[in-house]
């Protein structure tokens, strides 16, 4: 079974920048969240999404972070201007159902300078 | 919104012995409890998780208790070995399906 797939790996760029971040989940899972993990942090939920629709965007600081799903398959998560502070991993992960085993992809590792 | 708090931050045990991570969680509402492992540098895995309907739950060296009425659950690894050393997460989700996580535990065994 392929995993979650996700793209850049790393990314750099320097503050007021934008950047865009790619999810592929697992095939057949409905649930998609978007964290924020910062260095020394737990997982910070930012987004889910159950299908194509949100579920709860509660902690999307959503004056410069936007995601979609179009299709409700592959997501994407933008951030537009990013901060120093916005220098975390950004993690996605898939479930088949709500509250199912959460299959995170391999993050991707942003700096802001 | 729920608030979840880990103990301890970090966790030192010498190899054999056993290790128990704990959460308090702040919602009464929640009602699955997740636990996942995150060696440096890769992905956090599940290793076991638990529903409010079970007070205890158990995985070869692996176990979790919750209690409810206290509003904390626990996770606990016998016969630790060298390979258990890696930070672990607690994460509580409430009905409305929200994920919040714990600030994670960092585990050394010393062989």
């Known amino acids: 079974e392929a995993g979650v797939a996700q793209s850049p790996r790393y990314k750099i760029i320097e503050k007021r920048q934008s950047v865009a971040f790619w999810c592929n989940p697992i095939?057949?899972?409905?649930?998609l969240y978007w964290y924020q993990q910062i260095l020394g942090q737990g997982p910070k939920l930012l987004i889910q999404?159950?299908?194509?629709?949100?579920?709860?965007d509660s902690q999307l600081p959503k004056d410069r972070f936007s995601a979609e799903r179009l299709k409700g398959v592959d997501s994407t998560l933008k951030i537009q201007p990013a901060k120093l502070e916005d220098s975390a991993v950004y993690l996605c992960?898939?479930?088949?159902?709500?509250?199912?085993?959460?299959?995170f992809g391999p993050g991707t590792r942003l700096t802001v300078t | 919104g729920e608030n979840v708090e880990q103990h301890p931050s970090t966790l030192s045990v010498q190899e054999g012995d056993s290790a128990v991570i704990k959460c308090t969680y702040s919602d009464s509402a929640s009602n699955y409890f997740p636990w996942y492992k995150q060696e440096l540098g890769k992905r956090p895995q599940l290793i076991i998780d638990i529903r409010s309907n079970v007070g205890e739950k158990k995985d070869q060296r692996i176990a979790v208790t919750l209690n409810k009425t206290a509003k904390h659950f626990s996770l606990h690894i016998t016969e630790t070995q060298p390979e258990d050393s890696a930070v672990y997460f607690c994460?509580?989700?409430?009905?409305?399906?929200?994920?919040?996580f714990g600030t994670g535990t960092s585990l050394t065994v010393i062989p």
């Open positions: 994460a509580a989700i409430s009905t409305g399906n929200q994920f919040y």
């Open positions: 992960a898939s479930s088949l159902v709500k509250k199912g085993e959460q299959y």
């Open positions: 095939s057949g899972h409905a649930t």
């Open positions: 999404f159950q299908n194509n629709g949100v579920v709860d």
